[in-house]
């Protein structure tokens, strides 16, 4: 999984989660216990196994076994995978998509001469190399290949932190690595300080794994080279430093260029309705052995496709299974690189987003905590509810409506518009809790670490199979308008400078005609509402979302809403002279969190890599565009004590009202995007409310 690890929790606290209830339904039928009753959770973790341990052995200064977009160790995985796949007897194809691929030599760090654990951080520099066949070389011995300096710590590596250690030209400085807005922008800021390299260390859910070295993409920041360390690494350079100077000698080869990735697609054809589709999808690139995130994803794909074929049975719909490659990074997009297979199976294949009754998505299957989390979409919602029940997990399971811009879900609920499941046990405490370990040399295969894997495979199977087979899939339009509506009033209520008054109504006309054609009985012919469904889902949903600086769902005014709300109080506190107030406010934006922690060059800089390339987060406009230039000049008068207030306002009132504009042009897309879709559902009713032999039930 992609990002940080503190989406979760942010969802968890402010998401519509709802504890499902014990109502009871039908019992499974007999063709659904047949599917169930085949599934093997040992299987499942001999996959693990295999996958995790046998296919990639080779070493990498991004941390053995990791298997990173592009890469030759990423190829083997996928052709080991589709082996498995046509072994089973689906109908399979490798299908390629363009990637930034990297390679890595090993690192080598030392410290006045004892040798330190390090990694290279994908998508960061190195000491040399060559990027798309031009050599470049940054270290200062006789090659130019490896740097030695000295070693400063500058802790968070902000403004605040080089105005107390003072110059760092030409030398390594230390760095506890951010969370929340992640590392790349204190690559940029010691690099505009003259620094030679950086060495991160330590996060914020390490626990007590003081050996764990934590992988993620740095989005291509890659002036100085990069290189992460252990808690206790740090600890004893720390320790050397109070002391006195610590010399360090760094070298680690990162090339650059373009190169593929493939996504390995296994089919197995619909009996009555091969043209819509049912599908579960995990990446299978990883970082180290990644035996939870995610070969435990790809496991569970490959475990599922086989009890399906040994039931004998043939779906009404196809099935597909995917192994999604680049995951963890890969989009030329520098700020948004993940989700690059996910992305690229969008593009290739708008027919199947647009036909598809529902796309599990998995990352992390099985693991060992007392419940677990079903994230949906909310048209699938009740149909959620109702699977969960014939199986009796009402109790351990939870469903969260809204899914995070970190994973693959994202692309096929939010960007793709189709239905989504995505199942995750990732723990942030507890025992064992997942965190300490995620994206680092821990996560390998420990078969008591997957206690739930027969219970998970249960729920994506019987999921998979209902949504193939069910005579109508269970769509409800209606319920995106129940859920997209409170949060439209509660951006409203946000910028009462704004008419939310068409948008709302919009929206209450296009649940009235979901909820019209929803009740549509078309005799012998279900599968014409079911198109148009899909069809109005796959055109609709993309305008309704965006997301925010957390990675979180949310609508896509919200983000405007936020910066509206934190400048109002913002000017407010420098209304009555308190600065500290204003700084305080504008910690809330992550923009505002940037530019009072960043130089002005960096700002700058770094809001250039918010502008996208045209990844998944630019496509719809996904992200919020940051706030003009004069947003960072009042942020920079902000943080200095004799400023004046008045031009300080100004700039912030500038730039609200330029936010404000941006709340009205947003509801303005999700108005007219409501309304084109109101309007097909409402023809379409009409149509059916004229034709002999159709009924419609309220």
């Known amino acids: 999984m992609a990002s940080c690890a503190d989406w979760l929790s942010a969802i968890l606290a402010t998401a519509c989660l709802t504890v499902l209830g014990s109502t009871a339904h039908a019992a499974l039928t007999e063709s ?3 599917l169930l009753n085949g599934l093997d959770s040992r299987r499942a973790l001999a996959d693990i196994r295999h996958l995790s341990q046998d296919v990639v052995r080779t070493h990498s200064g991004l941390g053995d ?38 390679r890595y030599g090993p690192v080598t760090l030392t410290a006045d001469h004892a040798p330190i654990t390090a990694i290279s951080l994908h998508a960061a520099g190195g000491t040399w190399g060559t990027r798309d066949s031009v050599p470049y070389a940054h270290g200062n011995n006789e090659d130019h290949h490896a740097i030695k300096a000295t070693l400063v710590d500058v802790a968070g590596g902000y403004v605040s932190d080089y105005a107390r250690v003072g110059d760092v030209r030409g030398q390594v400085v230390l760095v506890h690595r951010e969370l929340r807005d992640w590392p790349p922008a204190q690559i940029t800021e010691a690099a505009n300080r003259g620094a030679s390299a950086v060495i991160f260390y330590d996060y914020s859910f390490s626990g007590d ?28 350079l720390q320790q050397a430093l109070a002391r006195g100077a610590v010399e360090v000698t760094l070298e680690n080869r990162v090339d650059v260029s373009d190169g593929h990735s493939q996504n390995v697609v296994g089919i197995i054809r619909g009996s009555e309705l091969p043209d819509e589709w049912a599908m579960v ?24 496709a086989r009890a399906v074929i040994a039931s004998g049975q043939r779906p009404r719909r196809s099935l597909l299974f995917m192994a999604t490659g680049s995951e963890e990074a890969g989009l030329a997009d520098p700020e948004r690189d993940w989700l690059a297979g996910s992305t690229a199976f969008l593009h290739q294949h708008p027919d199947i987003l647009r036909t598809a009754s529902l796309i599990f998505n998995l990352d992390l299957v099985g693991w060992t905590s007392p419940s677990g989390t079903l994230m949906s979409t909310p048209d699938v919602r009740d149909h959620q509810d109702s699977l969960l ?16 811009s970190a994973i693959d879900a994202w692309n096929y609920g939010v960007v793709g518009g189709a239905a989504m499941n995505h199942l995750w046990r990732a723990t942030f405490s507890g025992s064992p809790a997942y965190f300490p370990i995620y994206h680092t040399q821990l996560d390998v295969l420990r078969p008591e670490y997957y206690g739930n894997l027969q219970m998970d495979l249960r729920l994506i199977a019987l999921s998979l199979w209902r949504a193939a087979n069910d005579p109508r899939v269970p769509i409800k339009l209606s319920a995106i308008a129940d859920f997209v509506g409170p949060l439209l009033e509660a951006d409203a209520a946000r910028v009462p400078q704004a008419s939310f008054v068409d948008s709302q109504a919009a929206l209450a006309s296009f649940r009235k005609a979901a909820v019209a054609v929803e009740g549509i009985n078309v005799e012998g012919s ?9 069809a109005t889902r796959h055109d609709l949903v993309p305008w309704l979302y965006a997301s925010n600086g957390d990675f979180e769902q949310v ?4 983000e405007y809403a936020q910066r509206v709300a934190v400048l109002s109080r913002g000017i407010a506190a420098l209304q009555k002279s308190d600065r ?8 809330d934006l992550y923009e505002g969190r940037q530019c009072l922690r960043l130089s002005p060059q960096s700002y700058a800089e770094e809001r250039g890599f918010w502008a996208g390339e045209g990844g998944w987060a630019t496509q719809f406009g996904h992200r919020a565009a940051p706030p003009a230039p004069p947003f960072e000049t009042a942020c920079e008068a902000l943080a200095t004590p004799d400023s004046g207030m008045t031009a300080i306002i100004n700039a912030f009132t500038a730039s609200r009202d330029e936010a404000i504009a941006a709340v009205t042009e947003s509801l303005a897309v999700i108005t007219v995007k409501l309304r084109a879709a109101t309007a097909t559902l409402e023809e379409f009713a009409r149509e059916r409310s004229v034709r002999p032999g159709d009924r419609s039930e309220p």
């Not at 009796?392 to 899914?403: K, N």
Request: hydrophobic residues 45%; negative net charge.
């Open 281 to 304: 999808a995990a990446h299978y690139d990883r970082w180290f052995q990644g035996a939870g995130d995610n070969t435990s994803g790809v496991a569970s794909v490959l475990e599922v």
């Open 555 to 558: 609508v896509r005014t919200t």
């Open 389 to 404: 029940s014939d199986l009796g997990y009402d109790s351990r399971m939870q469903v969260v409506i809204p899914t995070t």
């Open 526 to 534: 279900a599968d014409v509402v079911d198109r148009l469904l899909m």
């Open 65 to 102: 076994g990791t298997a990173v977009s592009g890469s030759r160790e990423e190829a083997a995985l996928a052709n080991d995978i589709a082996a498995k796949m046509r072994a089973i007897g689906l109908s399979v194809r490798l299908e390629d998509f363009p990637v930034r691929a990297y």
């Open 32 to 34: 659904e216990a047949r």
């Open 209 to 236: 794994q003081r050996d764990a070295l934590r992988q993620d993409s740095m989005w291509g920041h890659d002036r100085i080279p990069a290189v992460a360390i252990a808690r206790h690494s740090a600890e004893a």
């Open 580 to 587: 500290a107030g204003a700084i305080t406010a504008l910690g």
